[in-house]
């Protein structure tokens, strides 16, 4: 039987429970395939698909490269890949990760519009920070139906949140009532419309999640060179702008939303500063250890580097306290 819709599902934090709740109310005869995404470690067992086989009546298995698209199957992301959809069938790929992750969600929502256009239903769940909101807002533009998590039903509601405010959501529900209301969609054709034009940035994106080189793919049309660079590989970030949403690419396919920008150089940040402690800590020790070598002959010397031991010791010391205890926010002037 031809396959008429398919659902892509995202979440992250707290997604298991939330997973396991919706599959069980999935009737054996669900009609569509599912594709779920969930943010895992790349050294992850890999056993969501087994939790959620055991309890719900749909086979779950472990998406695998090339494999078909059967309806009524759910195809879980396998740790450390990507999950991405083509016409019949799925592909799992080492692409670039995306909002610091892979699988990330954002592969698998873009594929499922650029391959199923109005026919497509994306789910984002409970979760963190914003991943899946561009895949989102590419179905959303194609036509599909965008659901979210209910942000007052996840306990982890920044990902369902911040979809309500960056796509035109069509339902809001809570996890309870999410099968029932995938149930009866799948059922229902999608409106039949004009095709939409698939945008260029879409296809090019979908093509540096299936491997393809992301220069060769045209990464360098998706957006304008900004002033800041790749977290994870320190090249220049490409800026670009979806109805006034911000987001960046880099030329080797690295992707960031602006939330995930921005916790990522808060890390970066954090990370430099502790480099740095290191290093005076390290040159207080080395002075210490230079001054304790000297004869008595040589005092003056040996004062000189125990003072300036302390003084490496008290910078290490004010920057150790300005990491480890938060800054105040700054109030804003009325």
């Given at each position: 039987?031809?396959?008429?819709?398919?659902?892509?599902?995202?979440?992250?934090?707290?997604?298991?429970?939330?997973?396991?709740t919706l599959v069980v109310s999935l009737p054996h005869d669900f009609q569509a395939p599912l594709c779920v995404v969930m943010h895992t470690a790349p050294d992850s067992p890999g056993m969501l698909h087994d939790i959620l086989a055991r309890v719900g009546t749909l086979p779950a298995v472990l998406?695998?490269?090339?494999?078909?698209?059967?309806?009524?199957?759910?195809?879980?992301?396998?740790?450390?890949?990507?999950?991405?959809?083509?016409?019949?069938?799925?592909?799992?790929?080492?692409?670039?990760?995306?909002?610091?992750?892979?699988?990330?969600?954002?592969?698998?929502?873009?594929?499922?519009?650029?391959?199923?256009?109005?026919?497509?239903?994306?789910?984002?769940?409970?979760?963190?920070?914003?991943?899946?909101?561009?895949?989102?807002?590419?179905?959303?533009?194609?036509?599909?139906?965008?659901?979210?998590?209910?942000?007052?039903?996840?306990?982890?509601?920044?990902?369902?949140?911040?979809?309500?405010?960056?796509?035109?959501?069509?339902?809001?529900?809570?996890?309870?009532?999410?099968?029932?209301?995938?149930?009866?969609?799948?059922?229902?054709?999608?409106?039949?419309?004009?095709?939409?034009?698939?945008?260029?940035?879409?296809?090019?994106?979908?093509?540096?999640?299936?491997?393809?080189?992301?220069?060769?793919?045209?990464?360098?049309?998706?957006?304008?060179?900004?002033?800041?660079?790749?977290?994870?590989?320190?090249?220049?970030?490409?800026?670009?702008?979806?109805?006034?949403?911000?987001?960046?690419?880099?030329?080797?396919?690295?992707?960031?939303?602006?939330?995930?920008?921005?916790?990522?150089?808060?890390?970066?940040?954090?990370?430099?500063?502790?480099?740095?402690?290191?290093?005076?800590?390290?040159?207080?020790?080395?002075?210490?250890?230079?001054?304790?070598?000297?004869?008595?002959?040589?005092?003056?010397?040996?004062?000189?580097?125990?003072?300036?031991?302390?003084?490496?010791?008290?910078?290490?010391?004010t920057l150790r306290q300005f990491v480890i205890r938060p800054v105040e926010p700054v109030e804003a002037k009325s």
């Amino acid at each position: 039987m031809a396959i008429q819709r398919i659902v892509v599902i995202g979440a992250s934090a707290g997604g298991i429970d939330a997973l396991k709740t919706l599959v069980v109310s999935l009737p054996h005869d669900f009609q569509a395939p599912l594709c779920v995404v969930m943010h895992t470690a790349p050294d992850s067992p890999g056993m969501l698909h087994d939790i959620l086989a055991r309890v719900g009546t749909l086979p779950a298995v472990l998406a695998a490269d090339g494999v078909r698209l059967r309806m009524g199957h759910v195809y879980v992301a396998p740790p450390d890949r990507h999950l991405v959809i083509e016409p019949g069938r799925i592909r799992v790929t080492r692409g670039p990760r995306e909002n610091r992750f892979r699988p990330a969600i954002d592969p698998l929502f873009r594929s499922a519009a650029q391959v199923f256009g109005p026919a497509a239903i994306g789910v984002i769940l409970t979760g963190n920070l914003d991943d899946g909101i561009a895949g989102l807002w590419a179905l959303k533009k194609l036509g599909g139906i965008a659901i979210v998590q209910d942000p007052d039903d996840a306990p982890f509601p920044s990902m369902p949140t911040t979809a309500l405010q960056s796509v035109a959501v069509d339902y809001r529900v809570p996890i309870a009532d999410l099968g029932r209301l995938l149930s009866a969609l799948v059922e229902t054709e999608p409106a039949r419309r004009v095709p939409a034009t698939v945008p260029r940035h879409v296809d090019i994106e979908v093509d540096i999640s299936k491997e393809t080189n992301a220069i060769d793919a045209g990464v360098e049309e998706t957006g304008i060179p900004s002033r800041y660079t790749c977290p994870e590989c320190h090249g220049v970030l490409l800026q670009l702008d979806e109805e006034g949403r911000m987001r960046f690419r880099c030329h080797t396919g690295h992707a960031y939303s602006r939330d995930t920008l921005r916790a990522a150089t808060e890390e970066g940040i954090e990370v430099s500063l502790w480099a740095a402690i290191r290093a005076l800590e390290e040159g207080q020790l080395l002075m210490r250890k230079l001054a304790a070598n000297l004869s008595d002959e040589q005092s003056l010397e040996s004062d000189e580097l125990l003072e300036r031991a302390t003084l490496l010791h008290q910078q290490s010391e004010t920057l150790r306290q300005f990491v480890i205890r938060p800054v105040e926010p700054v109030e804003a002037k009325s």
